[in-house]
């Protein structure tokens, strides 16, 4: 095979592989809605495709099941997700300025984004019945460990002091506040969200050294 024959193969199996990959995102975002609305338990391939413009033979052919595309639908979600406080932590020059935008955006994102969140939540108290999207679920949680010690450490060093708690407490007590607040926001109390944001900051004043 000449080395032009060999370039145009590479192409054609590169747009193949992207076209691929490509049509499953879009499946994803589909699919979204429904295992959003309904949880995991209450949602197959079967429910998704009678709520969505793609058939149940399309969804089989992209997914192997309903896990696979469960946690493909979360990994993209999570993509927005870890990044979300990354200009927040940025632009901030003091801890003030930290502490305030980082609790109006966990309020800002338990508003807009209730639905989803639950779902991630869903996921990860499935993955402690099923094995096949454990791995899935410790590397996204990984993830927003990260994404919060990005914030805390930010925050110390604004403060000119050291964070008093390891990473991972860190991040499992805004882990905890946020999932208290969302439980509270889908019951429909109507303070949840303002509660959250007047929580978070002395949360973050109480996970570095004074």
Known sequence: MT?????TRDRISRRQVDKFADRRAQLAESALRTLAELGYARTSLREIAQNSEF?????H???ADKVDLLTHCVRRFEEVCVTRYDEIVARARTAADLERDFAAAMAGTLRADAKMHRLWYDLRNQSLFEESFRADVLEIDRRREEMIDHVVARYAELASVPAR?????????FDGLFQQALLR???GAEDAAAELERAVPA???RVVAA
């Open 61 to 63: 052919y992209y997914f």
């Open 203 to 205: 949360v973050l004043a």
């Open 185 to 187: 926001h889908l019951a």
């Open 3 to 7: 080395e032009a024959k060999e370039r």
């Open 165 to 173: 708690v390891p990473r991972s407490v860190a991040y499992a007590l």
């Open 55 to 59: 058939s149940h033979g399309v969804l």
